[in-house]
């Protein structure tokens, strides 16, 4: 079983920056896939980006893609979501979770998740 704890959220200005990191305890986690999702208040869980066991492969969601940047370091058993240019829509809890099955962007394929983070992006 692995535990995932995530940390890194906040206030921010629309415009700027904050780097999300989900830290993973328990069994080895180095060739699980792992994806950031976010959620609002009524709405579905919705995907964000996902690496794989290695961190050589990515893959993000349209809103998203060329402002966060997911990556991992397997040594700390570490994932992170640096976020660039937040928006206002960009708030929300953010979740991190692992799967040994791929990575993919449904969410019912991910078999744990961290208790999540709130991000607020306003003026």
């Known amino acids: 079983q692995v535990q995932l704890v995530e940390s890194g959220g906040g206030l921010v200005q629309p415009g700027g920056s904050l780097r999300l990191s989900c830290a993973a305890s328990?069994?080895?986690?180095?060739?699980?896939?792992m994806g950031w999702f976010r959620q609002t208040p009524g709405k579905e869980r919705e995907f964000v980006a996902g690496?794989?066991?290695?961190?050589?492969?990515?893959y993000y969601a349209d809103s998203v893609k060329g402002r966060f940047t997911i990556s991992r370091d397997n040594a700390k058993k570490t994932v992170y979501l640096q976020m660039n240019s937040l928006q206002p829509e960009d708030t929300a809890v953010y979740y991190c979770?692992?799967?040994?099955?791929?990575?993919?962007?449904?969410?019912?394929?991910?078999?744990?998740w961290g208790q999540g983070t709130q991000v607020t992006v306003s003026s």
């Open positions: 328990g069994r080895t986690f180095s060739s699980d896939a």
């Open positions: 690496i794989n066991g290695g961190g050589g492969m990515t």
């Open positions: 979770a692992d799967t040994t099955i791929g990575l993919s962007e449904n969410p019912a394929v991910y078999q744990t």
